[in-house]
């Protein structure tokens, strides 16, 4: 095995990566498989403690440090870009991972569900990228790009989204977003892609998967009949990160299982 070709094309060591709602769920998977392959981590997340004690899990797979910020509004994003530059002047990786969602019966969906899911899911990795912008320009060069991961859905595409209307068109919303980005910012050296997971454990998925009969019907949807693992999404998240990823540029990947195939 040629190990140093290993870690010259898929190591992260010496970068610095950004990962928002990173003390749980993929978020939180993504932020293992940086840290293990070498990066130094950001994680945000709104509640001080749960940040904490991820940090302390995560402390033992490398060099992970907190930035407490809330996505839902302009000031939290500001306080999250304003944190990570006072630390890091050059920023590899954003990966915006952090998301909100909402479920009700479409003749009982509420006005209320849209703002604060569009909001999170859309606005604010806009306004990240454009606060963090200098921070990224100053990390990439022609040879090895900055790059900005988002976290879309593969319910941007499928047309079964669990009475999850804003969510499904934020995230329709958020690949876009990825290819307007991608054309916009390849001359400045940075890269954006996004991965669209389909069935993770998560916060969001946990009512699904604890019952048994939609989680019967989750895995009937999906060819390989299970969800998918930390390591499978972690794994994607560092090869875009890293140099074999190098050339890929405004494409959505999904990681589903081959759930899309379905549709």
């Known amino acids: 095995m040629d190990t140093e070709w290993l870690a010259r094309t898929f190591s992260l060591r010496g970068k610095v990566v950004l990962v928002t709602g990173g003390a749980g769920g993929i978020g939180r998977m993504l932020a293992s ?9 950001y994680v945000t997340g709104r509640k001080p403690d749960a940040l904490e004690r991820a940090c ?52 009982g969906f509420p006005t209320a569900a849209w703002d604060p899911v569009l909001t999170v899911n859309v606005r604010s990795p806009f306004e990240l990228v454009q606060r963090l912008l200098p921070a990224l320009e100053a990390a990439g060069s022609a040879e090895d790009p900055a790059r900005i991961i988002n976290i879309g859905s593969v319910y941007a595409t499928a047309s079964e989204v669990m009475n999850a209307y804003s969510y499904t068109a934020s995230k329709a919303a958020i690949h876009q977003l990825t290819r307007v ?33 939609l989680r019967s019907k989750l895995l009937e949807g999906i060819p390989l009949r299970r969800p998918g693992l930390p390591e499978e999404i972690g794994g994607l998240a560092v090869f875009l990160a890293s140099r074999a990823g190098g050339y890929l540029t405004g494409t959505v990947i999904p990681i589903d299982g081959g759930m899309l195939v379905n549709h």
């Not at 498989?33 to 981590?41: E, F, K, Q, T």
């Not at 500001?78 to 990786?93: D, G, K, Q, Y």
């Not at 993770?200 to 604890?210: E, I």
């Open 33 to 41: 498989a940086c840290l293990r392959a070498g990066a130094r981590v």
């Open 56 to 107: 302390i899990e995560l402390g033992a797979e490398g060099d992970v440090r907190p930035i407490v910020g809330d996505l839902a509004d302009s000031d939290g994003v500001r306080a999250i870009a304003a944190a990570c530059m006072a630390a890091e002047p050059r920023l590899h990786v954003l990966i915006n991972n952090a998301g909100q969602t909402w479920g009700a019966p479409l003749e």
């Open 181 to 213: 980005l991608a054309r916009e910012l390849a001359p400045r050296h940075v890269l954006v892609n996004a991965i669209a997971p389909g069935l993770f454990p998560s916060k969001m998925t946990a009512f699904a998967l604890r019952d048994e009969a």
